[in-house]
């Protein structure tokens, strides 16, 4: 079956980069587009961007150009986000998708 | 950006009852292939949203037809038929038809 495992639990201090992981199987991810999502806690859901694992393509929401980087390894079946130059503003839950299925979703906190 | 309205914020259900929720879109997410692009999702508390209707009105694996989407261009609606204990939680829309991809503030579901 699909499945996406992302990274545990992350506790940054503000400015620090955070890179989170969302490891697949059940499906070609070679071949496949890969997204990642935003949700504060009791918000709504903001998209942040996708790419394409065939080529490494990138399509980013304005909103996040600068703060986040979408990269893939396909020999491990795996999409990365890099989160930089963090403020208390980027802590919330993060979550990659594929067309169908969603990761477990991430914690970021952003404290010092 | 495209911005999609969702109404009523929070909808109180006696299971077995039917319920309603809408969604409205500034802008129509009928695309030039004839394909409208808007999506339900439901997130339960604590997990990860998942699909319900995808493309306006098409179930998706594995979901109950108690669900159903329909609409218009700009205008939508999912209803579900018999809502049981486990259609609790918030439901949000979403639309993939241009970049940023925009989701809906979400309606809550409890039961009476």
């Known amino acids: 079956q699909v499945k996406l495992q992302q990274s545990g639990a992350e506790l940054v201090k503000p400015g620090a980069s955070v890179k989170l992981s969302c490891k697949t199987s059940g499906y070609t991810f070679s071949t496949s587009y890969m997204s990642w999502f935003k949700q504060i806690p009791g918000q709504s859901i903001e998209w942040i961007g996708m790419i394409y694992a065939g080529d490494g393509g990138t399509d980013y929401n304005q909103k996040f150009k600068g703060k986040a980087t979408l990269t893939v390894d396909t020999s491990s079946s795996t999409a990365y986000m890099d989160l930089s130059s963090l403020t208390t503003e980027d802590s919330a839950v993060y979550f990659c998708?594929?067309?169908?299925?969603w990761g477990q979703g991430v914690m970021v906190t952003v404290s010092s | 950006d495209i911005v999609l309205t969702q109404a009523p914020l929070s909808v109180s259900v006696t299971p077995g009852e039917s319920a309603s929720i809408s969604c409205r879109s500034s802008k129509s997410l009928l695309s030039s292939k004839g394909i409208t692009s808007l999506y339900w999702y439901l997130q339960k508390p604590g997990k990860s949203p998942q699909l319900l209707i995808y493309r306006m009105s098409n179930l998706a694996s594995g979901v109950p037809d108690r669900f159903s989407g329909s609409g218009s261009e700009t205008d939508f609606t999912l209803k579900i038929s018999k809502v049981e204990t486990e259609d609790v939680g918030v439901y949000y829309c979403?639309?993939?038809?241009?970049?940023?991809?925009?989701f809906g503030g979400g309606t809550k579901l409890e039961l009476k």
């Open positions: 998708a594929n067309s169908r299925y």
């Open positions: 979403a639309q993939f038809l241009e970049y940023p991809w925009t």
